[in-house]
């Protein structure tokens, strides 16, 4: 009983394992085609979901191929596939031939490879030159003229044009650059206040015994002491001119490079001060004293540097 039950149920479905299991193949192609044009082939194959499907190197009798495509396209129910091969074929040989069979490879989920092939085509292959009983090339036509335009002397009067516009724009520019405002030279730097006030002082020193003969002193004094306070502000940064005796001393006490004692420069521009404001009197001997204590104050605090080098300039 269960023997006759097996049977009856493989029976039944053994036409469906046979259908699902066996792969279709069918080829595709024109009826005729022109000498040397491309010829489109169609071969399609359809298997199992799970196979893969290829078409293999094989000669193609006169036909040679130019190139391969390749769609793929599911079954609705999911358990086939088709597999759409698109060949370009070329023929360099007149008559009728016959494609096929193309052989198609397919490898199964489980690794087992087959072949299968297709049906044969029949392909005419025609020429156009078929209805010409002896056809030959046709004679060479009589030469034609043919006008082209000749830029050649345009582009060489171009180029000299530019040249030329080049040469004026040149001339132009250096004609220009030489007649620019050019800014004035810096001045020169001017000259160290010691080097001031020390040809200021010796040409007081020439003039001494003229202004003291002349009855001159006063302005001489003042002479002396305006070239003293210009120096030392000049020398310790303050206006020198505009400030008084004492504004003058609270400046030198501030100074870090002052190398004599303030009170040495506040006494010698008083004693300028008392001849001065207080008509004090100065003779010949008093006026030679002032001028070189004038001369040595300037001397004693010049830069160090200075001194060293080369004493008075």
């Not at 004035?184 to 160290?192: D, K, Q, S």
């Amino acid at each position: 009983m269960k023997r006759s039950a097996a049977i009856i149920l493989m029976s039944l479905l053994a036409p469906a394992i046979g259908l699902a299991q066996e792969p279709t193949i069918a080829l595709d192609t024109p009826p005729e085609a022109v000498l040397g044009d491309p010829i489109d082939v169609i071969v399609t194959v359809t298997a199992a979901v799970t196979d893969e499907v290829a078409v293999p190197d094989q000669p193609f009798g006169p036909f040679e191929i130019l190139g391969k495509k390749l769609a793929i396209e599911a079954s609705p129910d999911g358990e086939s596939q088709t597999f759409t091969f698109e060949l370009q074929l070329l023929c360099f040989e007149v008559g009728m031939h016959e494609l096929g069979p193309i052989r198609v490879r397919i490898a199964s989920a489980a690794g087992e490879l087959s072949e299968i092939e297709s049906n044969t085509r029949s392909i005419e292959i025609q020429s156009l030159l078929a209805n010409e009983p002896d056809p030959q090339l046709r004679p060479p036509s009589e030469p034609v003229v043919v006008e082209q335009d000749d830029y050649r002397l345009l582009i060489v009067l171009g180029a000299l044009l530019a040249i030329a516009l080049g040469a004026l724009l040149a001339w132009l520019f250096m004609r220009w650059w030489k007649k620019r405002d050019r800014p004035e030279p810096a001045p020169p730097p001017p000259p160290p206040p010691w080097e001031t006030a020390l040809t200021e002082l010796h040409e007081l020193e020439r003039a001494r015994a003229a202004a003291v003969s002349e009855g001159r002193t006063e302005q001489w004094v003042d002479a002396v002491s305006d070239s003293i306070r210009a120096y030392l502000g000049r020398r310790f940064g303050f206006h020198g001119l505009e400030s008084t005796t004492d504004e003058i001393a609270d400046q030198l006490r501030r100074a870090k490079s002052l190398a004599i004692e303030p009170q040495e420069a506040v006494g010698f521009l008083g004693q300028c001060d008392l001849v001065k404001f207080a008509k004090a009197s100065l003779a010949g001997e008093a006026s030679r004293t002032l001028i070189e204590e004038a001369l040595a104050l300037v001397d004693q605090t010049r830069p160090a540097a200075v001194v060293k080098s080369g004493g008075q300039p």
